[in-house]
């Protein structure tokens, strides 16, 4: 095997986003602890559609850095229901009570003291969204098992007629009837067919925020839920995405609709 396959190879499929210039070492060994890569300094623009799509472990700030947009980052994220989620853990040289004010204006999750950055990989596996999917796994193992319940059904077979808007109201029902962790993956499917009949609207913004907003609850999920195959939606509602960003707002009437897939089911009986 080349040296460049073996790197390949061996690349994590775990990130951490950290807006950090100087002093980089403590962020990178918490990376190779927590066995992520780094995406270092992404822009203020984009970053809601950069955090949705990569899911990071977690957001890492410098708040003393000057030479970042770490607020408007921050509150970019933490006002956006795709990405709220995140966990985000500031550090600085000197906690203030001015920097722990704005921290907390913003919601930045922790703030940290740069002498305690040794144990920052600690602080990161606390926040990793990796343990909260191990979790969700384990807490669906009895209701994945089990067959979707009647408004399921029904919703599913109104989505897959291309009755988006009837399919969200029916599965939206079931979710909010749904205590268990199994409502997420309702969640996910009712946000998809929310995205969908945005798109036949020729509404880009609204068709985009919610395909942002399902990765959330959709991309943790086990390959098949209550006999859906989440993960073939998880694919097509990717596809989807990409071709509206291709054809953007002004070019949304040539959607190929076909792209519009039925969920399926694992055993055909929907």
Request: proline fraction near 5%.
């Amino acid at each position: 095997m080349s040296r460049l396959r073996l790197r390949v190879f061996r690349m994590s499929i775990h990130k951490l986003v950290a807006l950090v210039n100087h002093d980089r070492a403590p962020i990178e060994n918490a990376a190779r602890a927590a066995e992520a890569d780094v995406i270092w300094n992404p822009p203020a623009q984009g970053i809601v559609k950069l955090v949705a799509e990569e899911r990071p472990l977690a957001l890492i700030i410098d708040l003393d850095d000057g030479e970042t947009d770490w607020e408007n980052i921050v509150w970019a994220l933490k006002s956006n229901p795709a990405t709220r989620r995140l966990g985000i853990l500031g550090f600085t040289e000197t906690l203030s009570d001015v920097i722990r004010a704005r921290a907390d204006e913003l919601l930045v999750d922790e703030v940290l003291e740069a002498k305690y950055l040794a144990t920052l990989h600690e602080r990161v596996m606390i926040y990793a969204r990796r343990r909260l999917e191990s979790r969700l796994h384990q807490d669906l193992a009895e209701s994945i098992a089990q067959p979707p319940p009647p408004l399921i059904v029904k919703g599913v077979m109104e989505f897959n007629a291309g009755d988006y808007y009837e399919a969200h109201e029916t599965i939206e029902e079931a979710w909010m009837a749904e205590q268990g962790p199994i409502r997420e993956m309702y969640r996910g499917v009712l946000q998809v067919a929310v995205a969908y009949y945005h798109i036949q609207q020729r509404n880009y913004w609204g068709a985009l925020k919610m395909f942002l907003r399902s990765l959330q609850w959709l991309e943790p999920l086990p390959k098949v839920c209550q006999g859906l195959d989440i993960a073939q939606l998880r694919v097509d509602a990717k596809l989807a995405r990409q071709e509206l960003e291709r054809l953007g707002p002004a070019r949304l009437d040539e959607f190929d609709v076909s792209l519009l897939k039925p969920i399926r089911s694992h055993d055909g009986s929907i």
